[in-house]
């Protein structure tokens, strides 16, 4: 079975505050992404990788940026939180040519 | 772009019932796969089921199925037999081939024992 695993199911943070979401796949997937999810929204997505080092914005990338130096390890960085990037995360990776997608348990990080 | 709009924010079922989630969608891609995701209450998020476009027959899989119609941008799940197990959030998305999925809002199915 396909295991994704993020470092954190809850985390606070003050604003301004540098905060790290990690992400670990281990089931040598090429494709990894970053979504937030909002209450009413669904999930967007902020970033994505298509493999080691390579990485394209998604459909909201602004305050965020993401780091993918080994082909499991995908990072969301937020460079100074505020609290408008309160939100669940969830990390997702899937094998390249495949349409299916298999998330991780989410992140819940509160902004205060 | 692609865009997903389920318009039931909420449903409930009866165990033992059917129930019915709608999703429409636009895409102007003509090769696509639609997906239905379930997030249970502070688990992780699963896929239920799965549909390309090419084909024809409605996809299912145990008690979950599909109606798709492709001309009417239609894809709604259908869960018969309800089980206590399947209340959760669900979420209809579509992907195409530049890797990216779009989601809906979501529908939370709530069963009644």
């Known amino acids: 079975d396909v295991k994704v695993t993020q470092s954190s199911r809850y985390l606070v943070k003050r604003t301004g505050e540098k905060v790290f979401l990690e992400c670990v796949q281990d089931?040598?997937?090429?494709?990894m992404f970053w979504y937030r999810q909002d209450p009413g929204l669904g999930l967007r997505l902020i970033y994505f990788?298509?493999?080691?080092?390579?990485?394209e914005k998604g459909d909201i990338p602004e305050g965020y940026s993401v780091s993918r130096e080994k082909k499991e390890r995908f990072s969301l960085i937020l460079e100074s939180a505020s609290t408008n990037q309160t939100s669940m995360y969830l990390c997702?990776?899937?094998?390249?040519?495949?349409?299916?997608?298999?998330f991780g348990p989410g992140t819940r990080l509160l902004v205060l | 772009a692609q865009t997903v709009t389920q318009s039931q924010p909420e449903m409930s079922v009866q165990e033992a019932e059917t129930v019915t989630l709608s999703c429409t969608y636009d895409t102007s891609e003509s090769d696509y796969y639609l997906f239905w995701y379930k997030q249970p209450p502070s688990r992780q998020m699963i896929l239920v089921i799965r549909?390309?476009?090419?084909?024809?027959q409605n996809a299912t899989e145990n008690r979950f199925s599909v109606n798709f119609q492709k001309a009417a941008k239609s894809f709604s799940l259908k869960i018969s037999d309800s089980q206590l197990g399947d209340a959760a959030m669900y979420f209809c998305?579509?992907?195409?081939?530049?890797?990216?999925?779009?989601f809906g809002a979501g529908t939370t199915v709530t069963v009644r024992a």
């Open positions: 549909q390309e476009a090419y084909k024809q």
């Open positions: 089931m040598d997937h090429e494709n």
């Open positions: 998305a579509i992907g195409s081939n530049d890797y990216k999925l779009s």
């Open positions: 990788s298509y493999d080691v080092k390579m990485k």
């Open positions: 997702a990776s899937r094998l390249w040519g495949r349409e299916t997608q298999y």
